[in-house]
Each structure stands twice: as C-alpha cells, then as structure tokens.
C-alpha cells in the first residue's frame, strides 16, 4: 500500500492548482456576460444560469470518475435521452409513479454502468470503443422502444426537480430545485473522489495501472465502479433535462462531448492520474458560461461555432499547457 | 499569422453562409405558393389527400394492369416524428386499400444517398414491383437513380422533388415558402409596426426550412416587425428553453416566437412562464402538445402544416396509375391548411402522443389511434 500515497500526493497539490485556473476562466467568462446584460449579476439570474448548468455539472463530475481511472465514456448523452423518453414513457402522467420510475430509471443507469465497466475491465476493450458500442446500443434501445417520436408524458411532480424555483428563500432570494440537487451530488462526487480510500484507489488506477495492481488495489472493481458512478450521474442529469424542458428525443445529444471538454478545461488529465471535482465543476461552469456568453453576443450560428472552436482549443490547450510546466 | 487565417477562415464561413442563403429566397416560387395558398382545391370534399390545386392531369392508360398490384416504396427514412406519422399514414392506407395490394415493400435508406440509390436498384432487380414510390433524402443525388427507375416502371415522387420530368407525378403540399407565408402573416396581422419577434429554427441549410424563414423574413419586413433574432436549436427543447430564456434576460420585449417547425414551442412557451411574463403570439405547427396548451392557456396562436397526409397519397396515386386513371400532374399540388383558433377544437385528440402531427388525415384509416401510438 506504500505506493499509493505517493502516487497521490503531487497529483493533489496539482489538482487544487487546476481548480484555480477553471475558476478563473469562469470569472473572466461570467464577467463579460455581466458587461453584456448587467442583470447576470442579480441573484436570481445567477440562480437560473445554475439551474441551466446543472446537468452538465452532474454530468462532468461522473465523466471525471471515469477519467481519473484512465477511461472515457461517451454513453452519457445516450442514457440522459434514454432516461428522457423511459421516465415519460414509464410515468405516462400519473404522479404517483414518478419515485417508482425514479428508482426503475437509476436500476437502468446502474445497469448501463455494470455493463460498460465489465467490457473495459474484463474483455480488455478500449473504453472509447466499448461506451461507442454503448451509445450506439442505448441510443437504438431508446428510439427503437419510443418509436421514433416520444409518448406519455411528464406530470409536474417529476418536471419540478428539474424547473421549480423556490422563492422568498433567505439570503439567495429564489433558490431553483436542480441548484439543491447540483449541490449535493457535487458535494457527494467531491467527498466519494477526495475524502475516501476509494478516490485514491480510482486515482492509482488511472496513474499506473500496473503499479496500482502491484500495490494490492483491486483494479476490476475500481473500474467498473468509475462507470456507474458516471452512469448514475447520466441518470440524474437526465431526471434533470427532462424536468427542466421535457420531453425530446434529442435530450442527450453531444453532452457527453461537453463533460469531457469541462473536465479537461477544469484540469483533469485525459487517461487519467490527476483532477478534482471542483476543477469539472468550475470547467463545466465556464463552458455553459461560454454558451451563454456566444447567445448573447447574437452572432450568425457559423461564426458562433467556429468561435466557440477556437475558445474551447485556447482553453484546453491553456490549462494542459500549464500542467506540463508545472509538472 | 494563426489569428489571421483563423479570422479569414471564420469570416469565409460566414459569408458563404450568406450566399447559400440566396438559393433559399426565390420570389417567383414564393409568388407562386401565395397564389396556391388560395386556390380552390378540386377533388373530394373533406379529404384534402386527394385534392389538388389546380394544374394539368397525366394520361396514365399506358400503365394500366390487371389483377392485385406490389407497390414499392423507397423511404429516405424515418428519423423524425414527422416521418413516423408519414409512414403510418401510408401504411394505413395500404391496409384500407387491400384488397388490390398485393404486398407493399418498404426499403428505408436512413438519410443516406447512396443507400437510397441502392435501394431503388434493388427494388428494380427483383422484378416483383408494379409501380415505385419514392421519398427522396436530396434532390440532386437521387435524380439519376430516379431516371434510372422511370425506364422500367411508373415512378410517384413526394415530399421533395427530383430535377428531372420522368416521375409521373410529383407529389407535395404547396410548400416551405407556403408555410413560412401563413404563419408570418398571422403574426404581422395580430401586432402593431415595431413590434419584435424572435424566430426559433432546427437547422441551417436545409431546403424545406431554409424557404420558410426566407418567407416569414420577406413578410416581417414588409409589415415593419422586427426579427431580433433567428437561432438554431436542433429540435432540442432544453436548447430552445434556454435560448429563449437568455432573449427574456436581455430585457428586450417579445411580442412573438415565429418557429419552423413546432416540435419545441411548448418548450419556448414554458421560458415565459418560467420568466413570469404573458405569452407572446406565437406561431407553432400541428404537432398535438402545442395544440392543446394552445387550448388550455387561450394564446394567441397558429398552427401552420406541412401536412403528414401526403403520406396517403402516393399510395392512391399508384393504384390510379394502374388502373389507367389520369391523375393530377406532373405536379400533384395538395392543399396545405393551418390550424387556426375556428377549427383548433376539432384536431385535439388526448388519446394521441405529444408530438402527433394532427393533420395527419388518418382518422378513418384501420389500426388509428393505437398504431399512431395514442394510449
């Protein structure tokens, strides 16, 4: 066990620095917004803008598990549509199943989650290729069960998770349900990743494999369960989309691109060894600030998409530059 | 050095935007389709599917077959709602009409060109079809194949077109610019000059709603409303959702959402109320979810068609065709209806899906409302 702490230790140190550089990304970000529409500084208008980006925050905090252990996983947009359209599917409207559906939607994400992680960890298959598969299949399951075109519907009791904002809350003034929701599951992302021996078993596994297998961590399981905890964080993000606009069958397209994205802006290493949660929380925040930012400056659809090209390579070159001075 | 050839390559980009933009603003097709929005269809009454607008009628004696006939369809695919509906729709009125089908085939080329292109060969190859229906991914590609197939049988084409004459008929509602002309005039008739509307798209660059916009644009600017904005959202209601909310955030009034497709209004509506603000007018399309919150909240609203019902058509067009019945074309111009607040009480259906396209003409067709997916 003497080598795991080793292996930690620098990462940790270079983890907190990488939290600082997202941080400040997103400052600059949010500070034009705020030159822009000086009303982005209201706390109620914040508090939206967090209500938007909870997804995506839930969403880079599983993606980040995933690749501390050296991984990707490229089936997280295909279980938000799939939970999308099952949750819609399954509920049909009636409020009294939206917790039983609740928990069926989170066995289907555990099960996704198993099934990656056995691919990768048992029949050696490059995580790229095998959540690839995962995607493609889910992606089938979801339009092949639906049809093509969504059925049922969502009854207010499960949109309210992802679109009620409750006001008159003291000090903040309105306080959206998916910011209490993003808070605890980072919370929970952060002390799971940073406070136990599992974080640190997840961590050595994605450094050195070998090393890590040499020093007694049970490697298999490590993985695997870096997939469900990315697979759960889907469930939830999905639970989140489709309470915040309903249904689509285009709920999860290209997002798990973007929880990639925020957790390399916030610093994580790509194949693994080094990153925090606040890092993927910060990087996810810029990015949808970036979004936010390019919607508001009104520019024509092509040029807004080079642009915002540009400013994801700036800002994942930037912050993997300064990795690799510093280390 | 980098930052200027970036510069050049964004602004490359965005120019040859604009250029392609022109290819989608014909005056004289957007003429022509105000002219078609009124005419008085022929045919029978209360089944627009088999109407047209006017035009020339086909001497189809040539073609003329006896006994029980295989109909052929090549599908550019079913990768929306709206397309489902469609296929349905034509699968309907096969089953009511089956007695003189002896099978219908359906190949679908899941968007792809040079699958559509093998299909149609392979559909020629064996020799089993009587007559070939085709939906065509895109126009350029798929015209040789098209030609290719007129030599063997009679060929039906509808939704888009192909650039050739062989077809014995091409079939479609009136069109992109039709669409873009209803519910634009509803909006500018409803508001005073000056008044702001945000225009809510799918993608750039495809035909079929690149003409709407280009008509709705032409019709805003006629009547002094001003388009404050005109975003792309992919059919994705969480974008809509926020893009509308980001236009709420920037203080500027909006008197009125006009859409190219419908699929996400309901989602647009919600940032209004979301935002607490009154509804803005709005222009949707016949999709059931935004008919009924039409209903429910009193708004001022249009539902503009490009109507599924179309998908009926080839199917009775085929069986005419080898009877020997001339049938209207070479261009069969079916009439294309909005829903307005008079007739919004006769096409809601709660049984139905969210995004059930409600002119989908298939009320009388066997299997309705289960295989249409209602409850």
Request: hydrophobic share 45%.
């Amino acid at each position: 066990m003497t080598a795991i702490p080793d292996t930690v230790r620098p990462s940790r140190r270079v983890s907190i620095r990488g939290l600082n550089f997202a941080l400040l990304i997103f400052v600059v970000l949010y500070a034009m917004i705020a030159v822009l529409q000086p009303n982005y500084l209201e706390a109620g208008l914040f508090m939206n803008f967090l209500r938007r980006a909870a997804p995506l925050v839930i969403l880079a905090c599983g993606q980040l598990y995933v690749i501390l252990s050296g991984g990707f996983d490229l089936s997280m947009g295909a279980v938000v549509t799939l939970v999308v359209l099952a949750a819609s599917m399954l509920i049909g409207g009636d409020p009294a199943m939206t917790w039983p559906v609740i928990v069926a939607l989170y066995a289907m994400g555990l099960a996704v989650g198993l099934a990656n992680g056995a691919i990768v960890a048992f029949l050696k298959v490059p995580s790229i290729i095998a959540t690839l598969g995962t995607m493609l299949l889910v992606n089938g399951l979801a339009l092949a069960w639906s049809g093509g075109a969504p059925r049922g519907d969502l009854p207010d009791n499960f949109r309210n998770l992802g679109r009620l904002v409750l006001r008159d809350v003291p000090l903040v003034g309105t306080l959206p349900v998916a910011v209490i929701i993003l808070v605890g599951a980072t919370l929970l992302a952060g002390w799971g990743l940073h406070r136990t021996a599992y974080g640190k078993r997840l961590l050595a596994v994605g450094d050195n494999p070998r090393a890590a297998e040499l020093a007694g961590v049970p490697v298999k399981p490590t993985r695997i369960s870096a997939f469900v905890v990315s697979a759960l964080a889907a469930v939830t993000a999905g639970i989140l989309i489709g309470g915040f606009s309903g249904v689509s069958v285009n709920a999860g397209r290209g997002l798990e691109l973007q929880a990639i994205a925020a957790c390399v802006i916030g610093g994580a290493q790509l194949l693994g060894g080094r990153g925090s949660v606040a890092g993927a929380l910060f990087g996810s925040l810029s990015l949808f600030a970036l979004f936010t930012l390019l919607n508001l400056l009104g520019l024509p659809q092509a040029l807004r998409d080079s642009l915002q090209g540009v400013i994801l390579i700036a800002a994942v070159g930037a912050s993997v530059l300064r990795h690799r001075r510093s280390t | 050095m980098h930052v200027k050839s970036i510069l050049a390559a964004t602004l490359a980009v965005a120019f040859s935007t604009t250029a392609y933009a022109q290819e989608f603003n014909d005056p004289a097709e957007f003429k022509k389709q105000r002219e078609l929005l009124s005419t008085k269809a022929e045919g029978p009454e209360g089944k627009p599917w088999e109407q047209h607008l006017g035009g020339a009628m086909v001497d189809t004696a040539k073609f003329k077959k006896d006994g029980k006939h295989t109909i052929c369809f090549s599908n550019a695919g079913v990768f929306n709602p709206w397309r489902v509906v469609g296929l349905n729709n034509m699968k309907g009125e096969a089953a009511l009409q089956k007695d003189r089908i002896q099978e219908l085939v359906i190949l679908d080329a899941e968007g792809k060109d040079d699958k559509q292109i093998s299909d149609i060969q392979s559909l020629l190859d064996g020799g089993k079809c009587d007559v070939l229906i085709v939906s065509p991914t895109t126009t350029a590609a798929l015209t040789p194949a098209v030609e290719a197939a007129c030599e063997k049988l009679p060929v039906i084409v509808f939704d888009r077109g192909v650039n050739t004459k062989c077809p014995v008929t091409y079939i479609h509602p009136v069109g992109g610019y039709g669409f873009g002309i209803t519910s634009a005039e509803f909006i500018a008739s409803k508001l005073p000059k000056g008044s702001n509307v945000l225009a809510i798209r799918i993608v750039p660059g495809v035909d079929v709603l690149e003409t709407r916009y280009s008509a709705a644009k032409s019709i805003f600017d006629e009547a002094g409303i001003n388009v404050i904005g005109s975003e792309f959202t992919g059919s994705d209601r969480a974008k809509t959702k926020s893009v509308v909310e980001d236009y709420i955030n920037r203080g500027q009034k909006i008197d009125a959402i006009w859409m190219d497709a419908g699929d996400t209004a309901t989602a647009a509506l919600e940032a209004f109320e979301d935002a607490g603000l009154p509804y803005p007018v709005i222009s949707g399309e016949d999709q059931q979810d935004f008919l009924r919150k039409w209903q429910k909240e009193n708004l001022v609203a249009i539902a503009p068609s490009y109507p599924t019902y179309q998908w009926r058509t080839p199917i009775i067009a085929a069986l005419d065709i080898l009877d020997g019945k001339s049938v209207p074309g070479p261009e069969w111009n079916l009439p294309q209806p909005a829903i307005t607040q008079e007739t919004l009480a006769s096409y809601i259906d709660e049984r139905m899906p969210a995004l059930h396209y409600s002119l989908c003409g298939c009320q009388d067709l066997p299997g309705y409302p289960e295989q249409w997916g209602a409850k």
